[in-house]
């Protein structure tokens, strides 16, 4: 398919050339909203990454037999909620964060303190229920015993309401003074008198919290990318391997963004390699990627050296000494705490049905998990398809990278400071009142308090 039939899919609007504005604030410049119209500087960047892996495709070329490909010694990855919450799910017991770079740190706890710790809170929690139990039975015996004497409490205060004394009458005129007395000490104690000896009331001062700001380098869904790539796909039948948009601040370092997952997993992706957005006078996007084949389109017998694995980027720990853990430990301590909770659930079932179920003299045998198949983690493809290029990537353009097998779109464009903003309230969770009426605040801030090296492009 020619470029100009890509483009007939995949053009966008060209929108408002990359204006002096875009060089705005940085993260930290967050103290006061900036107008909402204003460019932010903030990119949003959307990248797809398409396969044509048909045999056809493949023995219509002739490849590099030997093509080399590295990963670079300073790398990033985008941080994706959507992966820290499934390594939740499979670790449960583990205390999981991630830094600004998307490395992921998992510190696991000692079984023995979780154990300890989930025992003390039952026993509480019984203690508790019993006490609870005790109170409620003597509050039934009380009101039993008093129920006579409150008898005579209720007649002796029916009677009491049949006299009204002179002194219960209430004077308004000094209760009111009272409430006066009490307002004006109010007033004075929120009052003070400035440095000028003007009053400083501070009952008529409201603190905004600064505008929120989204969180960039974390994976968003295609918005401008999303419909001409799936008629692009509908068109030639390829397989759409990467989808993925992100925010990059003004003030963000050029760092390559590693797309696979290949330094912590047994398996060998087929899509390896990374992108880097460059920003300078123009945005330039470089992309490094390899696609691993089974090599059938080269003679038999053919033999290559493997492709680097990429990058690690996830840290596993223990949580009280914070040294590396390995798997087999992991593994260990997770069955420590399975055969806890499964002593726990038999515990249960011994407490409802108040007698001991038969248990086979090789219960604990059956119990177990089979071993684990060896995985041969070594390289299980025979050959790649490497490609590297940069190009410039014009703002409201879709640029392609084209390839035969690995093609490459993109896309990307300056946010608003009103976009910006919303978005920040999106990811901070923030609906309250306080957060929208700081991001309606459409005070900007003097222009001599621009630092020189944030001052808008040339």
């Known amino acids: 398919m020619t470029p100009r039939r890509i483009n007939h899919y995949l053009a966008l609007p060209i929108l408002a050339c990359f204006c002096a504005a875009a060089g705005a604030q940085p993260t930290e410049f967050a103290n006061e909203r900036l107008p909402d119209d204003e460019p932010s500087g903030w990119l949003k960047i959307e990248l797809a990454i398409v396969i044509d892996a048909q045999a056809s495709t493949l023995e219509s070329e002739r490849w590099n037999p030997f093509p080399e490909a590295r990963y670079p010694l300073n790398y990033r990855w985008l941080q994706n909620p959507a992966r820290v919450a499934l390594l939740g799910d499979t670790y449960p017991e583990a205390d999981i964060s991630s830094d600004t770079m998307g490395n992921i740190r998992l510190a696991f706890p000692d079984p023995e303190t979780l154990i300890a710790a989930d025992r003390e809170a039952r026993l509480a929690a019984e203690l508790l229920e019993n006490a609870s139990l005790m109170a409620a039975t003597e509050s039934i015996i009380d009101d039993n015993i008093d129920i006579d004497a409150s008898n005579d409490k209720d007649q002796l205060a029916l009677e009491l309401l049949d006299t009204k004394p002179a002194d219960l009458d209430t004077d308004s005129d000094a209760l009111t003074a009272v409430g006066r007395e009490n307002v004006a000490s109010d007033e004075l104690a929120a009052s003070e008198t400035g440095a000028d000896g003007t009053d400083i009331d501070y009952l008529e001062q409201e603190i905004i919290p600064p505008p929120a700001l989204p969180t960039a380098f974390q994976t968003r869904p295609l918005e401008d990318l999303s419909l001409g790539i799936q008629s692009f796909l509908r068109e030639t039948g390829d397989a759409l391997v990467v989808d993925v948009a992100w925010l990059q601040a003004p003030d963000a370092a050029n760092v390559p963004i590693v797309i696979d997952?290949?330094?912590?997993?047994?398996?060998?992706?087929?899509?390896?390699?990374?992108?880097?957005?460059?920003?300078?006078?123009?945005?330039?996007?470089?992309?490094?990627?390899?696609?691993?084949?089974?090599?059938?389109?080269?003679?038999?017998?053919?033999?290559?050296?493997?492709?680097?694995?990429?990058?690690?980027?996830?840290?596993?720990?223990?949580?009280?000494?914070?040294?590396?853990?390995?798997?087999?430990?992991?593994?260990?301590?997770?069955?420590?705490?399975?055969?806890?909770?499964?002593?726990?659930?038999?515990?249960?079932?011994?407490?409802?049905?108040?007698?001991?179920?038969?248990?086979?003299?090789?219960?604990?045998?059956?119990?177990?998990?089979?071993?684990?198949?060896?995985?041969?983690?070594?390289?299980?493809?025979?050959?790649?398809?490497?490609?590297?290029?940069?190009?410039?990537?014009?703002?409201?353009?879709?640029?392609?990278?084209?390839?035969?097998?690995?093609?490459?779109?993109?896309?990307?464009?300056?946010?608003?400071?009103?976009?910006?903003?919303?978005?920040?309230?999106?990811?901070?969770?923030?609906?309250?009142?306080?957060?929208?009426?700081?991001?309606?605040?459409?005070?900007?801030?003097?222009?001599?308090?621009?630092?020189?090296?944030?001052?808008?492009?040339?």
């Not at 470089?286 to 996830?314: A, E, I, K």
């Not at 301590?333 to 909770?341: K, S």
Request: aromatic letters at 10%.
């Open 261 to 458: 997952s290949s330094g912590d997993s047994t398996d060998w992706p087929q899509l390896q390699g990374f992108v880097e957005l460059r920003r300078g006078q123009e945005i330039r996007l470089g992309v490094n990627l390899w696609w691993n084949t089974l090599g059938d389109y080269l003679p038999d017998g053919f033999t290559m050296p493997s492709p680097p694995r990429g990058p690690t980027q996830l840290t596993r720990v223990d949580a009280q000494t914070g040294m590396p853990i390995d798997p087999a430990e992991i593994k260990a301590r997770q069955e420590q705490l399975a055969a806890y909770e499964q002593e726990k659930l038999l515990a249960r079932s011994v407490e409802a049905k108040g007698a001991f179920p038969n248990v086979h003299n090789n219960e604990a045998e059956d119990s177990q998990e089979p071993q684990a198949e060896l995985i041969d983690t070594s390289w299980p493809w025979r050959h790649f398809i490497h490609v590297t290029d940069t190009k410039v990537l014009p703002q409201g353009a879709v640029r392609y990278f084209d390839h035969p097998v690995i093609k490459v779109f993109s896309t990307y464009r300056e946010l608003t400071w009103g976009e910006v903003y919303t978005l920040g309230i999106e990811d901070a969770g923030q609906t309250d009142r306080d957060a929208e009426e700081a991001n309606n605040e459409t005070t900007a801030p003097a222009a001599s308090v621009i630092p020189p090296d944030q001052q808008p492009w040339e």
